[in-house]
């Protein structure tokens, strides 16, 4: 809170793919919060126009979030052949083609990472790996904070000694894509927030299933600096999420939500439907995101939450309709 200057002990979580626009990051950060531009599928361009809509609208400090970018996998044709067979079926229902692999099947890391050191962000935090030496000492030259992300002990271990400046630990309720690469505990967020604080020098950012603000202060009261909250924004007027995923959020439950590899490759918490029942064959990330792209569009402008990833963690029954600043407010009364 002190080398940020937050108010507010909390960190609206960055949420790729539409629900965290520069409006909501703005909102967050302007109320005290620290509001987190999810802009792994953002392009060089949108990022720095999405940066300098933040800054149009608040003085306040922010951060960008990207996935760090592994090898891509080998596929073979057969396993192209199977992943877009599954899918078919669901594309005529959309009145769709079946669907194909474009040629670019994500960002070019090092051009996002270029525009966000440009950006300067008050921090930077990643998913999905480590950051290289040069990276971390290109943030640390800017006054940029390095945020890694951890789903068990052993990888708060590696990036606390890569010399991150922070950790957020994920427990397994958290919504969204699993942020960790290597052993992923699907932890209580409380346990691990206490493991990770028992383990690392660095402030420790806690995420996954917390909702409201007896959520925040048990985060708090396991050691961590911070609460990370990313499903209890997603209905806020500000964000960015779609009609038919709003829709789909209001009318979930306790224990609606799954994990799956369905949507991207990558294990992602939502909420269960057609498409997490019914595709057992996903390719490996990053293609299968791609291969989805043209499906989950379609369905957005359809209005079909069923072929939509509608990525929510365990507590999406406890969030609710309101602004950015009333939401944040009643995290941290
Ligand atoms: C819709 C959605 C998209 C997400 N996208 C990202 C992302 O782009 N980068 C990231 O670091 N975390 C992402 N997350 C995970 C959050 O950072 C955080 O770990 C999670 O939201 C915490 O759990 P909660 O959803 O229960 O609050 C996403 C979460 C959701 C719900």
Redesign the pocket.
């Known amino acids: 809170m002190k080398r940020l200057g937050l108010r507010v002990p909390v960190v609206q979580?960055?949420?790729?793919?539409g629900?965290?626009t520069p409006e909501l990051v703005a909102a967050v950060s302007e109320a005290g919060g620290l509001g987190?531009l999810?802009?792994?599928?953002l392009t060089p361009r949108q990022i720095a126009a999405a940066g300098t809509a933040v800054r149009a609208r608040t003085n306040r400090p922010f951060a960008v979030?990207?996935?760090i970018p592994e090898p891509l996998p080998d596929v073979s044709e057969s396993e192209v052949e199977a992943a877009v067979a599954e899918l078919a079926p669901l594309h005529v229902e959309l009145d769709l083609p079946p669907p194909t692999l474009p040629g670019r099947v994500r960002e070019d890391f090092a051009a996002q990472f270029r525009v966000v050191l440009d950006l300067r962000p008050a921090a930077f935090?990643?998913?999905f790996g480590r950051l290289g030496a040069v990276e971390l000492a290109a943030l640390r030259e800017r006054g940029i904070l390095a945020v890694g992300?951890a789903t068990g002990v052993e990888e708060a271990r590696a990036l606390a000694a890569d010399g991150v400046d922070a950790v957020?630990a994920?427990?397994g309720?958290?919504?969204?894509?699993r942020?960790g690469w290597g052993h992923d505990e699907l932890a209580d967020?409380l346990s691990l927030t206490r493991a990770v604080v028992g383990a690392v020098q660095v402030p420790v950012i806690a995420?996954?299933?917390?909702?409201d603000a007896a959520g925040v202060r048990a985060a708090l009261g396991a050691g961590a600096s911070l609460a990370?909250?990313?499903?209890?924004?997603?209905r806020a007027a500000e964000a960015g999420?779609s009609a038919p995923y709003r829709t789909a959020l209001a009318a979930a439950g306790p224990g609606d939500t799954t994990l799956t590899r369905a949507f991207s490759g990558r294990a992602?918490?939502?909420l269960a439907n057609r498409v997490t029942a019914e595709v057992e064959r996903p390719l490996p990330y990053p293609f299968q995101n791609a291969l989805t792209r043209e499906m989950r569009s379609a369905a957005t402008r359809a209005g079909r939450p069923e072929f939509l990833s509608l990525?929510?963690?365990?507590?999406?029954h406890l969030a609710w309709d309101g602004t950015a600043a009333e939401i944040l407010e009643s995290l941290w009364p």
């Open positions: 979580a960055p949420m790729a793919g629900p965290t987190s999810g802009a792994a599928y979030n990207l996935f935090s990643f998913v992300t957020v994920q427990g309720a958290g919504g969204g894509h942020g967020t995420a996954g299933g917390l909702m990370q909250c990313g499903t209890v924004f997603l999420t992602a918490r939502g990525w929510a963690g365990e507590g999406v």
